[in-house]
């Protein structure tokens, strides 16, 4: 979820105001180690249709009470995924072909393409470079302006203006009653950050240090949230005051050519666990429920996504 509300991380806070700052699957049998990559199809059943060329599969229209219980919403302007095979349902951009595949996207790039993880609480610190790590973390800074968001897409790139979008309609979230809230508006823009005032390009589109600013109008300097590019993955910076930053690494999981990464499975552990861990009331804020990020259908193997905007009639 990335709304242009200060304190508020991606719906907010993915891009936190709604975003961001930026995984094998262990139970997959086909990995390739040099790459990091594991077929999308292993150990998952997942369709061809992932792995066929243009951008990711649409899913058919949810239908009221399809695997819903009442919950606003659901059936309406979003569903319950199967959480092992996100890359078969959720829309995204893929490799030659942008989501949405219409007129209004040029190719989205190489780094922007595939569903990607808003690992809030940077579990997946210890995998990445001292130098990824970037602090506070967003899951444990004063405030704990986290959501209960897993993944996104990106979108409607413009090469001319170096922008794209998060799509809303790949949301993918763990709890119903923020269903509105994270499906609400058509999605997130965000657009490369110039070398100053009247100035070019400060870096290539995917270079490392590369920076995406939120377009967020009538947000002051300095209070609008950024995506950063770093060497393995993203980093999502969030004001939580006039003084201070919290980040978050924002990371593929399934990649532009339909492949898991070796962050899926950390995006599996955090949302599929049933319990908080000990002391995530006080680490995490008590202002959240649950107060650590996790699905409410973890039983059951299952995460909700948005299909539409909320606010679509």
């Known amino acids: 979820m990335f709304r242009a509300r200060l304190m508020r991380v991606s719906t907010g806070v993915l891009f936190a105001g709604q975003l961001f700052t930026v995984g094998a699957e262990k139970g997959v049998d086909t990995c390739d180690p040099a790459s990091g990559t594991c077929s999308a199809d292993a150990g998952d059943d997942m369709s061809a249709m992932q792995l066929r060329s243009g951008w990711g ?20 302007y979003w569903e319950l995924v199967d959480a092992k095979t996100l890359g078969d349902v959720v829309p995204y951009s893929k490799e030659g072909e942008p989501f949405p595949n219409t007129h209004e996207s040029d190719a989205v790039p190489w780094c922007l393409q595939g569903l990607v993880y808003l690992d809030q609480w940077c579990t997946s610190y210890p995998k990445l470079s001292k130098k990824e790590q970037s602090g506070p973390c967003l899951g444990f800074a004063h405030g704990h302006y986290w959501v209960n968001e897993m993944a996104t897409a990106f979108g409607q790139w413009s090469e001319e203006d170096r922008c794209f979008t998060a799509e809303r309609k790949s949301w993918v979230f763990g709890q119903a009653d923020i269903a509105y809230e994270v499906c609400r508006g058509p999605g997130i823009r965000a657009c490369m950050r110039k070398k100053g005032f009247g100035g070019g390009w400060s870096h290539d589109v995917c270079e490392e240090g590369a920076t995406y600013d939120a377009v967020m109008p009538g947000t002051p300097p300095g209070l609008t949230w950024s995506f950063v590019k770093t060497k393995n993955a993203w980093s999502r910076t969030t004001p939580i005051s006039w003084f201070q930053n919290a980040y978050y690494p924002v990371l593929t999981i399934v990649n532009g050519t339909g492949h898991k990464t070796k962050f899926y499975q950390d995006m599996l552990d955090e949302a599929m666990r049933t319990t908080c861990p000990p002391g995530s009331a006080d680490k995490g804020g008590s202002k959240h429920k649950p107060p650590c990020r996790r699905s409410q259908w973890a039983s059951e193997g299952k995460l909700a996504r948005c299909t539409r905007n909320s606010l679509a009639w």
């Open 57 to 76: 599969p649409q899913p058919p229209a949810p239908t009221p009470g399809d695997g819903c219980r009442g919950e606003e919403g659901c059936g309406d």
